[in-house]
Structure formats: C-alpha cells, structure tokens
C-alpha cells in the first residue's frame, strides 16, 4: 500500500520556523515528483513547492522564495520542507503529493501566530 505522512506542524510565532515532513511508504519516493500543498481556511490549496525525482530541480510559490526550501533524505524516504521567516499568511493545513500515485497525506496543521 502506498502513503504519504506528514509531520512536524505545530504553532510557531512570526519569524520563527518549522520543518515538515513527508515519509512515503510502500513506494521509494526520491524516483518521483513530489509536491507540497497548502490549504488556508476559506482559500483553494495552492502549491508552494516540488521536488524533481533526481533534487536537482525545486520550484517555489513567488510568496516563500528565500524562506523555504524543500529537500530529500533519500535513506529515510523523506521529503522535508524547511520554513523560516514564517508570517501569519503561512497559517494553512501542509499536504505533501505523489502525483504519479495520486496519493496525499493526511496533513499537518502550521499555525504562525503571536
């Protein structure tokens, strides 16, 4: 059976930081695109990161460029989303996406408030 499970998510003031991650089981991950989402109340998820099968090609959302940045372990199936300088505008559920699966996690909550 193929998942992804999120973790690391938690409350954090402005300008602190978190890492995310994504832990696939049932398939090796670092062979395939993998996405993070993001869904704030009220809004549509957007996309705010992927990363190449190889790591070598990342893509961010224009409003995290410079804070985060996404990352593989490939030893621990994992694909890690580092945030800092995070603001109030980040507050949304996490979801990491294995496109070609057409799976999703569970997500991991991210709340940035004072």
């Known amino acids: 059976q193929v998942q992804l499970v999120e973790s690391g998510g938690g409350l954090v003031q402005p300008g602190g930081s978190l890492r995310l991650s994504c832990t696939a089981s049932?398939?090796?991950?670092?062979?395939?695109?993998i996405k993070w989402y993001r869904q704030a109340p009220g809004k549509e998820r957007e996309l705010v990161s992927e990363?190449?099968?190889?790591?070598?090609?990342?893509v961010y959302v224009d409003s995290v460029k410079g804070r985060f940045t996404i990352s593989r372990d490939s030893a621990k199936n994992t694909v890690y989303l580092s945030m800092i300088s995070l603001k109030p505008e980040d507050t949304a559920v996490y979801y990491c996406?294995?496109?070609?699966?057409?799976?999703w996690g569970q997500g991991t909550q991210v709340t940035v408030s004072s």
């Open positions: 996406n294995a496109p070609f699966y057409n799976i």
């Open positions: 049932g398939f090796t991950s670092k062979l395939y695109f």
């Open positions: 990363i190449s099968p190889t790591g070598g090609q990342t």
